[in-house]
């Protein structure tokens, strides 16, 4: 699969579905030092602050992505189509503490364009 990013002016989801039906999938650390995790979201909220584009994302204390929130300073969020569910559902339900999740659901970060954490 192809990323294909979309400028936010062209952005057009159902908010609700966005997060609770279709799933994200939120990635936390630095690609580089390959120092990452990923994480389903099924929480959170779009919208403009200060005339900017902005997700907010819900991570418990408790989960090993919120390590790498908490110690990097960029995040991504991406997007995948229905045939991925299974991969994300992988995803939100193992802990990559105990395994290479990413890798068991099939993945394979890429680089972002302009933030350290992975895409």
């Not at 630095?30 to 005339?51: F, H, K």
Request: aromatic share 12%.
């Amino acid at each position: 699969m192809e990323r294909s990013p979309i400028a936010i002016e062209n952005l057009s989801v159902k908010s609700y579905s966005f997060f609770e039906i279709d799933w994200l999938l939120l990635a936390c650390g630095d690609y580089e030092r390959r120092q990452y995790n990923a994480m389903t979201i099924s929480w959170g909220s779009l919208g403009v602050m200060w005339a900017r584009p902005i997700i907010q994302v819900v991570v418990r204390p408790q989960r090993y992505t919120y390590e790498f929130i908490e110690k990097y300073d960029t995040f991504t969020v991406c997007a995948f189509p229905k045939e991925y569910h299974q991969a994300l559902s992988l995803l939100g339900t193992k802990s990559g503490r105990e395994m290479d999740k990413i890798a068991k659901a099939g993945l394979t970060p890429i680089p972002a364009t302009c933030v350290a954490a992975p895409a």
